[in-house]
């Protein structure tokens, strides 16, 4: 059920691309049915260019014949498809589940409208009760985490199969639980003023709109 939650609002967001198009490829479960749809779009004759926000969106890019960009590359990118953890009803968004968060936000800024694809469990009242991720250097990443636990959370340094998670940029994952966050720009201008954080999983006024699969449908949130 969940799956096909995904699949709806995935497969729904490609029909937004139109040949010709600079398109910022998003990274994470529910986007990769934008990526496949994609993929046989392209087979059909869609001409357009892939901007990954990931190496793994890379690779699956590649292996479906969709051309690939680079953002250097393009002075703006026409429309972005990406997943997101959590989603308020301002469509400010908690993002980096799948670690690829500061890609993510260097191209949905780049990005003339930016589309965010969920399944209804992430739409929530109050951001916060998905664990937020900062991504953060190397270097003294012990005195970092201290410094974002005192914001007042619980900060955890991401680990995946026993060893600390690096990402594409070669940097750590800290994953802070917060619980409700009430006001996400304040918080957001508060962690960007630690040292050693390289970007931070809050987007806030990035989403143009929020195609949300649900059990019954498609809803469309949009910005007011
Ligand atoms: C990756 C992300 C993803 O978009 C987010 O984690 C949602 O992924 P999924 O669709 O698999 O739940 O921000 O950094």
Redesign the pocket.
């Known amino acids: 059920m969940i799956e096909e939650m995904?699949r709806k609002a995935g497969e729904k967001a490609a029909e937004y691309i139109k040949d010709g198009m600079v398109v910022g490829l998003?990274?994470?479960?529910?986007?990769k049915y934008t990526i496949l749809k994609l993929g046989e779009m392209v087979r059909n004759g869609l001409e357009i260019v892939g901007v990954p926000t990931s190496r793994r969106t890379e690779e699956l890019a590649r292996s479906l014949g969709i051309k690939l960009g680079d953002l250097n590359d393009y002075d703006s990118i026409d429309i972005t498809v990406?997943?997101?953890?959590e989603v308020d009803e301002k469509l400010n968004l908690i993002?980096?589940?799948?670690?690829?968060?500061l890609r993510?936000k260097m191209i949905a800024y780049a990005s003339k409208y930016e589309v965010i694809v969920v399944d209804e469990r992430k739409v929530k009242e109050f951001l916060g009760e998905f664990p937020l991720p900062v991504e953060i250097v190397k270097f003294g990443y012990r005195r970092t985490l201290r410094n974002l636990e005192s914001l007042g959370c619980r900060a955890e340094l991401r680990m995946k199969d026993g060893e600390i998670y690096i990402t594409d940029n070669g940097n750590y994952i800290v994953d802070c639980k917060f619980g409700k966050i009430e006001e996400p720009e304040k918080l957001e201008r508060e962690i960007d003023r630690i040292p050693g954080v390289v970007e931070i999983g809050l987007f806030i006024n990035l989403a143009n709109e929020v195609i949300v699969g649900k059990k019954d449908g498609i809803e469309i949130m949009r910005k007011s």
Do not use: N
């Open positions: 995904k998003g990274t994470g479960s529910t986007v990406d997943g997101a953890d993002k980096g589940g799948g670690g690829a968060l993510e």
